[in-house]
């Protein structure tokens, strides 16, 4: 994972060899193995390339890459399969060796394409004075542009900055496909146009809407074109199945609430020989995801004996993101069988405190404050002062603890509770997350940009057994739930649309989910979990499980029907009850803002989608 970055100018005088140093802050923070600059100049342009890379697999490899032609390559991404790495290779190396080698736009294309992971990438072809940019189909990997000073500069970026008093200027480049910007003719005309070479749309009207669509908000000096050659990527996953069964009219119509919401009732489903072939088809392509996301790392080779291992300070080199969901522990389970079983698993376990007036009378003051301004707490502290933490996560969090521990009892599970105060939550957004989460801007976002952010940064408390200690994650790898509910119906709006539109309406919502997941989550969780030199890895976005989940039915992924904590994302509580968890296969869906208790901790009249004033710099 890394921060790419690249900064061009048109015009002399408002070029400078170095970036704004809040930017540059902020793209470090990302990268923390190595930081680089590079300076490219013509006579009509000059370009700043600036690398900043966390080191996960490979030899260390600094970034940005130039090569005897003088083109220059920015990579920030994963290649988990599709492209051959091998263990001890570099995949921005590899990368970039493939694109030396390519001939012609398609080469380009088809190479980008085969890629199954999360990129962002920058690429500057010297000889043509071409600059290639983009993200991949899901946008797991965030990347900014802002063009200013009428078309004399533009600046792309995995980050951006706020300033006091001026609007946000940053917009999040679409994941719509990869742009081409041709230098030589924007410093001549000084219009910026970005020919696009789409992923591969149904038809000729989605490719005029995705165009008009992209341009809404960008300055009249810049314009967004389809390729002349009509060329395009082909799509990594194959299109939605929008099937509908024969007895639509009846399963539309239905009520089966009576039913209760019970280990048991998900017993009966799997009783039926096709159900459970296609639960253990999921549970085999998401092991896979989950497989590579956990190995896809360098892991210390100097390992501790064994028989000292448990009370030496391992430290773990994978996080979940950790509720106690559904989504959250079928990730846990399936990680603990790719983990080296001497390696601890770090569960990540957020919790805004509850209000003022439900603080224990003999709390501590001196451990509020370190707990609350980002030093690690210190020792010796009852547990039982933690009283103003216990939201529903956390309460959820310690029971799913106990069935990992009882499914898999040899592996070491580092529960971690992040505790964070009203005074810590309001002087971090101002200092540091606001600038992450735009140019997103919602209440939502706010909140759950905010909850991540602290869940990521890994200090907190760690729970062994009637002890806790103050404990700070180390590892790199973050594994995320994000994409469950997306596909698997798993949102109470997902339960209105079929309830008035039946399967069909399920069908376009879940369509739509998946359409729009590369603006309206996953580029504000990169950037977050990103600013503590973390990566983010998407399990249920694996190529393979979307397309696999892609082909089948809607009726075999959720049966909404049925109620809440059984219909919603049913193949997925099928799967946990396989791998022999019990309890949370039927917990309801809760989202993280109302389980960590984060929403409404400032203002209680306010919607998810309200403009958020506390994410603006005054």
């Known amino acids: ?279 253990q088809q999921f549970i085999d392509v998401l092991s896979l995801a989950v497989k590579r996301r956990v190995l896809c790392l360098a892991r210390d080779k100097n390992l501790v004996p064994k028989e000292v291992l448990k009370t030496s300070d391992r430290k773990a080199n994978v996080a979940i993101l950790f509720s106690g969901g559904i989504d959250s522990m079928v990730i846990a389970t399936l990680a603990a069988r790719y983990i080296p079983l001497d390696e601890p698993i770090d569960l990540l376990n957020v919790a805004f405190m509850t209000k003022e007036k439900n603080r224990p009378k003999n709390f501590n003051e001196k451990r509020s404050k370190a707990k609350y301004l980002c030093e690690m707490p210190p020792q010796g502290v009852s547990k039982n002062d933690d009283i103003s933490y216990n939201v529903p996560d956390r309460i959820t969090g310690r029971a799913g603890l106990k069935e990992l521990q009882a499914v898999n009892p040899s592996r070491i599970w580092n529960f971690i509770e992040v505790n964070v105060s009203l005074e810590e939550l309001q002087k971090l957004r101002r200092t540091r997350i606001c600038h992450l989460v735009q140019p997103l801007d919602t209440v939502l976002d706010d909140s759950i940009g905010c909850a991540v952010w602290f869940a990521s940064r890994g200090i907190g408390w760690l729970v062994i057994q009637d002890e806790i200690i103050p404990y700070q994650s180390t590892a790199k790898v973050i594994l995320t739930g994000i994409g469950a509910d997306e596909q698997l119906a798993g949102y109470s709006r997902h339960r209105i649309r079929f309830q008035t539109l039946g399967l069909e309406g399920l069908n376009k919502e879940i369509a739509m989910e998946l359409g729009r997941i590369s603006s309206r989550n996953l580029g504000r969780d990169d950037r977050v979990i990103g600013d503590h030199g973390k990566e983010a890895r998407f399990p249920f976005l694996d190529e393979n499980v979307v397309s696999f989940l892609n082909t089948l039915p809607v009726w075999e992924k959720a049966n909404l029907t049925l109620p809440r904590g059984i219909g919603e994302k049913l193949l997925l509580r099928l799967a946990a009850v396989e791998l022999g968890l019990t309890s949370s296969a039927i917990l309801p869906k809760r989202a993280m803002q109302f389980g960590s208790r984060i929403a409404k901790m400032e203002k209680n009249n306010e919607k998810a989608s309200d403009k958020c004033g506390r994410l603006h710099i005054s």
């Not at 680089?36 to 697999?57: A, E, I, N, P, W």
């Not at 220059?72 to 590899?94: M, P, R």
């Not at 940019?133 to 200013?148: A, E, K, M, P, Q």
């Not at 951006?160 to 003719?185: M, R």
């Open 1 to 279: 994972m890394c921060g790419i970055c690249c900064s061009v100018s048109f015009c002399a005088e408002h070029f400078s060899k170095n970036l704004e140093e809040d930017l540059l802050h902020n793209l470090k923070q990302r990268g923390p193995n190595s930081s680089q600059q590079l300076l490219k100049s013509d006579t009509d342009y000059q370009c700043v390339f600036s690398g900043h890379v966390l080191h996960l697999r490979g030899v260390l490899t600094i970034q940005p890459m130039e090569d005897e032609r003088g083109n220059v390559f920015l990579w920030n991404g994963e290649v988990f399969s599709g492209i051959k790495v091998e263990a001890e290779e570099n995949d921005t190396q590899i990368i970039f060796n493939y694109l030396y080698a390519c001939k012609s736009e398609s080469d380009i294309l088809s190479l980008f394409a085969k890629v199954q992971g999360p990129w962002s990438f920058i690429y500057y072809q010297a000889s043509s004075h071409y600059l290639w940019f983009g993200r991949d189909f899901f946008g797991r990997r965030s990347l900014l542009w802002h063009f200013s000073n009428m078309g004399r500069s533009f600046c792309l970026s995995s980050v951006g900055t706020q300033t006091s008093g001026l609007a946000n200027q940053w917009q999040e480049v679409p994941a719509s496909g990869i742009f081409k910007i041709d230098l030589k003719s924007t410093a001549i005309s000084r219009c910026v146009i970005l020919k696009l070479y789409p992923w591969k749309h149904i038809s000729e009207e989605e490719d005029v809407n995705s165009l008009t669509q992209i341009s809404t908000g960008l300055p009249t000096f810049v314009s967004v074109v389809a390729n002349e050659a009509r060329l395009y990527l082909e799509n990594p996953v194959v299109p939605l199945n929008m099937m509908l069964p024969e007895t639509a009219e009846e399963m539309q119509c239905r009520s089966s609430s009576s039913v209760a919401p019970t280990r048991e009732t998900l017993q009966v489903f799997l009783a039926d020989k096709h159900m459970k072939k296609v639960v």
